[in-house]
């Protein structure tokens, strides 16, 4: 298994800029999320998805877009990039969304920066 | 009050020491905690779950307070792999928080 990975690792925009970061898992894991982290703070959900066809707004999804078509694959929009946006960008994924069952898994992130 | 605060750090700890720190929370419904561990510009992987018992896993042992509200880590004869950064992790409601972590230097 791969577990979950991410592309790109690196990327940088310019303001007003679109592009989508891609998350991929071949566990078959249902729940999947994205979460931000910037310089001293904690992660920070942004969206989440508890299985194909669904998804749900996290703490900060404002500016962000998510669309879940398949069990594996679940992209990141970035409409119309901000520098407030530079961050890194973590997604994860779990068996489900019961937490105290089922561990997450992360990805190993994309550094965005946003110029 | 944040919903989960940790000491920033740095612990700058010898080799072969014990080390152990808090983690405080403010939401009595807060129904289970976890310890992940980072690495520096990688991504978090769970250490433990933190149980009421609290748990032990070889050098590490987690312990939960629940009438203080805070969950402790232990780290027993640390090494310097266990150079990382500790997040604190409460669940309520399906609701995962990220504590900030706390930064942890072992010395040579």
């Known amino acids: 298994n791969a577990g979950v990975t991410q592309t790109p690792k690196f990327q940088v925009l310019k303001t007003g800029q679109s592009m989508t970061l891609q998350c991929a898992q071949d566990m078959n894991h249902e729940y999947m999320s994205w979460y931000r982290q910037d310089p001293g703070m904690g992660l920070r959900l942004i969206h989440y998805?508890?299985?194909?066809?669904?998804?749900d707004q996290g703490e900060v999804p404002n500016g962000y877009n998510v669309s879940r078509s398949t069990t594996e694959d679940f992209p990141l929009r970035l409409l119309s990039a901000a520098p407030s946006q530079t961050s890194v960008y973590f997604c994860?994924?779990?068996?489900?969304?019961?937490?105290?069952?089922?561990?997450?898994?992360f990805g190993p992130g994309t550094r965005l920066t946003v110029l | 009050r944040k919903e989960v605060e940790q000491d920033p750090g740095p612990f700058n700890v010898p080799e072969g020491a014990t080390v152990a720190f808090n983690c405080t929370y403010s939401n009595s419904a807060s129904q289970s905690f976890f310890w992940y561990r980072q690495d520096c510009r990688k991504e978090p992987k769970l250490l433990m779950s933190v149980y009421s018992s609290g748990n032990e896993d070889g050098r590490f042992t987690a312990q939960l307070n629940r009438a203080s509200q805070y969950i402790s880590l232990l780290i027993r004869d640390s090494k310097l792999s266990d150079s990382a950064t500790y997040l604190c992790?409460?669940?309520?409601?399906?609701?995962?928080?990220f504590g900030k972590g706390t930064r942890l230097h072992i010395l040579p």
């Open positions: 994860a994924s779990s068996y489900s969304r019961d937490l105290i069952l089922d561990t997450q898994y």
């Open positions: 992790v409460p669940l309520r409601d399906d609701k995962i928080i």
């Open positions: 998805s508890v299985g194909a066809g669904i998804t």
